[in-house]
């Protein structure tokens, strides 16, 4: 999986410079994202809002935010923005070492 992702990531590139300056290509580098499936890979609500706390911006992205980043791209906004990875992932996922070192603490 994280190799495939990164091959995306080094096509899109490479196509940003044989594309140019006709095309404009980028890639979004999205997490975990809240959907109507949430639940069959993180059990009930309580379980999403479990996993929810392991991203710094303390939720999943909503299909919207995923959504708007593309629409960002898509615009004027962005076009000097070519060959890029945005990252849409609310700051990443709290690494798990951390819970083990916190967890003596929060007890």
């Known amino acids: 999986y994280g190799a495939a992702k990164a091959g995306l990531e080094s096509l ?10 006709r ?20 059990g009930d609500e309580r379980g999403v809002a479990r996993v929810a706390r392991t991203v710094p911006l303390g939720r999943l992205a909503e299909p919207a ?10 615009s004027d906004a962005a076009a000097y923005i070519s060959g ?6 609310g700051g990443g996922e709290r690494p798990g070492f951390l819970d083990a070192v916190t967890d003596t603490e929060r007890a």
């Not at 899109?12 to 300056?21: D, K, Q, T």
């Not at 404009?24 to 890979?41: F, Q």
């Not at 935010?65 to 593309?70: C, F, I, P, Q, R």
């Open 84 to 89: 890029a990875s945005l990252l849409v992932h």
């Open 65 to 74: 935010d995923v959504g708007a980043a593309a629409v960002f791209l898509a």
């Open 12 to 21: 899109a590139r490479s196509m940003a410079v044989e594309w140019a300056p």
């Open 23 to 42: 095309v404009r290509v980028n890639t979004l580098v999205v997490g975990m994202v809240r959907t109507e499936r949430s639940g069959d890979h993180y």
